[in-house]
């Protein structure tokens, strides 16, 4: 795990021993071609942000800014640990992702969220997917044509309903990726 491009670029990153999926590099690389000249100036936020890798490959690919959320205390000190490796800067929260978007993110306050919840992979485990597509305070920290880019379980059938717009999708190995942006009403 490093970070792939930037002023950070093939600074390794440490990994927290705990259950987290880190990004694969080649996710990580995906994503961020994708997003292209989106990230340089961007205000980010990485929910479930493990290690922190997609926030900071973000702040080396110049992002103005990025805000981290963990609720795993082991994971948010290698977040911490990672801004020192790469003398990147950004502010880690210690909290569960749903109260910060409720109590915390202010009002259009990011131009990219990224998301790499836990998988839900068998019956009865928590699904973060629905629950992110489905807050209404996700949605409204998201700035005006900002982009939402959430990894899932491949195969899984995303309820966008009339709120989401897909702008992309797609799979890399165990890992699906949705480029989404929150449709503007129609007037």
Request: proline share 6%.
């Amino acid at each position: 795990m490093r970070v792939i491009a930037g002023s950070a670029g093939g600074i390794p990153l440490q990994i927290p021993r705990t259950e987290l999926r880190p990004t694969m590099d080649v996710v990580k690389g995906a994503i961020f071609s994708s997003l292209g000249d989106l990230v340089p100036g961007a205000r980010v936020l990485d929910l479930f942000a493990g290690c922190g890798s997609l926030g900071i490959e973000a702040l080396s690919r110049g992002a103005a800014s990025a805000d981290f959320v963990e609720s795993d205390r082991k994971a948010v000190a290698v977040i911490e640990r990672n801004f020192l490796k790469t003398q990147l800067q950004g502010r880690v929260h210690g909290i569960d992702v749903f109260r910060f978007l409720e109590r915390v993110a202010a009002p259009a306050s990011y131009d990219v969220i990224l998301a790499d919840p836990p998988y839900a992979k068998a019956e009865g485990e928590r699904d973060f997917a629905p629950e992110l597509l489905g807050s209404e305070y996700l949605r409204r920290a998201l700035a005006p044509g900002g982009i939402f880019v959430l990894e899932h379980l491949p195969g899984a059938k995303l309820a966008l309903g009339d709120v989401w717009e897909c702008l992309r999708q797609k799979r890399y190995g165990a890992t699906e990726v949705a480029f989404l942006r929150v449709n503007s009403p129609v007037a």
